[in-house]
């Protein structure tokens, strides 16, 4: 795997990129669609590969571990087989999933013992075998098993907590150069800077990450409900640091204005349930707004779903229709609904990528922050 920077913003810290893997090519800046079980949820991968264009999913060790397991994954030939997807795939390493899904838990230095939230059995994740795991799903780019802190956290658990997650990224990168890649292609692993919303761990861990040999760098900790002038703080913070020819990911980000923002900041990927979420909850995101489709002012709305819209979705099926279908809960209309945001945020990104390439990007952003937020 390997980055190319092909353009820096003059007027921020944006830049587009690409990022060459085994299954293809990622223009950056980039969304990731979330496809935890293999799945990104409702939506064929004929619709991810043409309807969405999407350049590259993301999957879950933690679920792909408990459900269905790595005994079947290898038996596949791992991820991309099993699923039939042949563009490149991300898996996350669990260090966020055994906080925020299983029942209870129990962190050591040595790793992490967490209760399953399917079945209640208790099972135990080292940096080590997050890394063997990942190797058995067989994504193009792994992540560094890492704990994620809470917010708020205080800066003694914040600072003790980073430590440990660098001597697990250690332990990462040993077990890395232990073990081959079982399917014949390359996988790039992705260390995790931490730190929480204090400036000087996310100095020290950004300097500590950005001193590896790594392919590409992450950014984790956020977005787990602090305030966005804390993310786009912290998140600068660590763009400054990190080394200019690696992609930066900033992990679990966010509304179509995060993005923005921290395109502007200088992050190359993203990747969010929000726009597969919040559409199942009947809420789109436009060029030119937020709409809530079960709003009774769209009853009889036989407008298109979004005039400006980029997938088929959006010109043949009207909001009265989309409403309905919302309304009494028909698998169609979650799909319809994933679909149009999911085009939305990836037409976002290519948009974004054609104007850090023609110079008007930082006015372009600040229209569309403002336009983006407002409620139709
Ligand atoms: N670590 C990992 N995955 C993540 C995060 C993290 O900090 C976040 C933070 N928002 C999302 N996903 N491993």
């Known amino acids: 795997m390997h980055f190319e920077l092909k353009h820096q913003d003059k007027n921020s810290q944006a830049r587009a990129g690409k990022l060459v893997t085994d299954h293809g090519e990622i223009e950056t800046p980039i969304f990731m669609p979330v496809g935890t079980v293999g799945s990104v949820k409702g939506i064929h991968q004929h619709e991810i590969e043409n309807e969405i264009n999407a350049q590259i999913i993301l999957g879950n060790t933690y679920h792909l571990f408990l459900r269905p397991g790595t005994e079947v994954l290898e038996a596949a ?37 967490f209760q399953s939230h399917v079945d209640g059995s208790y099972h135990f994740f080292t940096p080590e075998r997050a890394i063997d795991i990942q190797r058995s ?25 980073m430590k440990m997650t660098h001597r697990w990224l250690d332990r990462c990168f040993t077990q890395m150069n232990n073990t081959q890649p079982k399917y014949g292609y390359d996988q790039a692993l992705f260390p995790i ?28 900790g956020l977005s787990v409900g602090e305030p966005a002038e804390e993310l786009y703080a912290m ?66 709305d036989f407008t298109p779903i979004d005039p400006n819209g980029t997938s088929s979705v959006d010109t043949v099926y009207t909001k009265a229709y989309l409403r309905h279908l919302i309304k009494t809960k028909e698998s169609l209309g ?37 336009k983006m937020a407002q409620r139709l």
């Open 137 to 161: 799903i067989g994504a193009d780019i792994i992540m560094a098993f890492d704990e994620c802190t809470p917010y708020p956290c205080d800066y003694q658990y914040a600072k003790r907590s």
């Open 235 to 300: 998140t600068e913070v660590v763009t400054d640091i990190l080394p200019k020819e690696k992609p930066r990911y900033l992990m679990g980000v966010g509304t179509p204005m995060n993005l923005l923002e921290c395109i502007a900041l200088g992050v190359d990927m993203f990747d969010c349930v929000m726009p597969t979420r919040n559409a199942r909850h009947g809420m789109l995101f436009t060029s030119e707004g937020i709409i809530n489709i079960k709003n009774k002012k769209w009853e009889k």
């Open 334 to 370: 979650l799909q319809i609904a994933s679909i149009h945001n999911l085009a939305f945020y990836l037409a976002l990104m290519k948009e974004a990528r054609k104007r850090i390439i023609d110079g008007s990007f930082k006015e372009w952003k600040n229209v569309m922050v403002k």
């Open 77 to 113: 030939g791992g991820l991309h087989k099993f699923i039939d997807y042949k563009r490149p795939i991300l898996t996350d390493s669990g260090g966020y999933q055994v906080y925020s899904m299983s029942g209870s838990r129990k962190i050591t230095e040595e790793g992490v013992k």
């Open 193 to 220: 800077v931490q730190g929480s919303v204090y400036t000087d761990l996310r100095q020290e861990s950004a300097k500590y990450i950005a001193d590896t040999d790594s392919l590409g760098n992450a950014i984790g």
